[in-house]
């Protein structure tokens, strides 16, 4: 059975430019679960998604953040016109109910 | 809102010696707990989990966790840590019982520990 997957592990956006992250959850995981981890931070918990709902987006910053877990196909966390201060790691987690088990990461810079 | 609290952020072990990573919450209702590791350059595994029942929980490569309800702590030991163990340490926890544990988790700050060999 395949981990949480990722893509791209590493991806470089100039100011103004959009991201899209991408994560495919272990098989038979129905919930998804975005978190962003800043250098010499733990992890902030942004979203909780199941397909095609959006469960708890507090963490979610108000503005150019948003995410989907459409019927088919991966969870797509998108940053519209992105900021220097959006460099950082952002983490995909899957779960079957109660545990959590994370991606790789993706790893964002912004120039 | 919970919290977590690490205190250690930074702890030097040499090989053999005995290993405990402090982890403090802070919510008033029931809990499921967590801890993981990130080795370097990989991504964070679990370690071990409490949800109920017995509070001494043990998980894999030798670690356990001692849920202590009346400090609001569930620290991380280990008897005889190896150079292998050199990684981030984060405690995260999230809301249990029947109605909960589909939560978003809240981490600590995670502990870099570090073994000497």
């Known amino acids: 059975n395949a981990g949480v997957m990722q893509n791209p592990r590493h991806l470089v956006r100039r100011r103004g430019q959009e991201a899209r992250l991408r994560c495919s959850p272990m098989k038979g995981h129905s919930h998804v679960y975005w978190y962003r981890q800043l250098p010499e931070e733990g992890l902030k918990f942004m979203v909780y998604?199941?397909?095609?709902?959006?469960?708890?987006e507090s963490g979610m910053p108000k503005e150019r953040f948003s995410a989907e877990f459409p019927k088919e196909g991966p969870s797509i966390l998108r940053i519209q016109q992105v900021v220097r201060g959006d460099s950082a790691a952002y983490f995909c987690?899957?779960?079957?109910?109660?545990?959590?088990?994370f991606g790789p990461g993706t790893r964002l810079l912004v120039l | 809102a919970q919290s977590v609290s690490q205190h250690n952020h930074h702890v030097i072990l040499s090989e053999a010696a005995s290993l405990e990573l402090g982890c403090n919450y802070s919510?008033?209702?029931?809990?499921?707990l967590f801890w993981y590791v990130q080795y370097p350059g990989q991504h964070l595994q679990l370690l071990l989990k409490?949800?109920?029942?017995?509070?001494l929980v043990k998980g894999i490569k030798g670690f356990e966790a001692e849920f202590i309800k009346s400090k609001f702590s569930f620290n991380l030991r280990k008897p005889s840590v190896q150079w292998s163990d050199t990684a981030e340490y984060f405690c995260?926890?999230?809301?249990?019982?029947?109605?909960?544990?589909?939560?978003?988790?809240?981490f600590g700050k995670g502990t870099h520990l570090i073994i000497q060999p």
């Open positions: 995260a926890v999230n809301e249990g019982g029947s109605g909960g544990g589909a939560d978003g988790l809240t």
């Open positions: 987690a899957s779960s079957p109910q109660r545990t959590q088990y």
């Open positions: 409490y949800f109920s029942g017995d509070p």
């Open positions: 998604l199941q397909k095609e709902n959006i469960i708890d």
């Open positions: 919510y008033g209702g029931t809990v499921n």
